[in-house]
Each structure stands twice: as structure tokens, then as C-alpha cells.
Nanobody
Framework: QVELVESGGGLVQPWGSLRLSCAAS????????RGWYRQAPGKPRELVAA???????NYGDSVKGRFTISRDNGRNTVYLQMNSLKPEDTAVYYCRTTVPGNDYWGQGTQVTVSS
């Protein structure tokens, strides 16, 4: 079993920055892909960014050039640096972690961009 703990969400003004963290703990032998997804009210969950075990990255079109995903394998932690935030970035952000044979999601952290 793997537990994911997300942190770093909150209220920020437009054009501000936030850094999300997602720490994995538990029975971890290896971690494959990690990613961040988000879901705004009334909308489907969408990919924000993903990073493979080889550190290849993939971003949703709406965040390219503003968000950066990274991972620290020694700490089993994945980060999402969010810059130039816009009101449309407001959503619950979820961490996803894939291990051999299983897939885990965090509980979500709220990000609100508003003046």
C-alpha cells in the first residue's frame, strides 16, 4: 500500500506562484510515472503535468511554459511549480503515482487564484 500526501495549495493572486508537493510513503519498491491532475467544479479531471521514471515530462496545453514538474526519487516526492497563475487554474489538484501493478491518487489540494 502506498500513501500520498499533498501539500502547498492555497489562495494566491493572479500572476502569483505556488509550489505543490506530493510525498509517497509505504510499501514502495519502485515508482514509475508520477503526475498532477486537476478538476474544477463542473469539469472533468484533466492532466496538468506528468513525469516518467526517466524524467521525461508531458504538460497540458493550458499550462505549458508556466508550470514545471519535477521529482526527487530519494524523497519519493514529486513537485509542481506553478508560475503566472490565472483564475482559470483554480481547481483541486491531485497527485497520481504509478508503481508496478498499481495506481494511486492523493486526496487533493485546493488551489484558488483570485484577487
Amino acid at each position: 500500500q502506498v500513501e500520498l500526501v499533498e501539500s502547498g495549495g492555497g489562495l494566491v493572486q493572479p500572476w502569483g506562484s505556488l509550489r505543490l508537493s506530493c510525498a509517497a510513503s509505504g510499501s514502495i519498491l519502485s515508482i514509475n510515472a508520477r503526475g498532477w491532475y486537476r478538476q474544477a467544479p463542473g469539469k472533468p479531471r484533466e492532466l496538468v503535468a506528468a513525469i516518467s521514471s526517466g524524467r521525461s515530462t508531458n504538460y497540458g496545453d493550458s499550462v505549458k511554459g508556466r508550470f514545471t514538474i519535477s521529482r526527487d526519487n530519494g524523497r519519493n516526492t514529486v513537485y509542481l511549480q506553478m508560475n503566472s497563475l490565472k483564475p482559470e487554474d483554480t481547481a483541486v489538484y491531485y497527485c497520481r503515482t504509478t508503481v508496478p501493478g498499481n495506481d494511486y491518487w492523493g486526496q487533493g489540494t485546493q488551489v484558488t487564484v483570485s484577487s
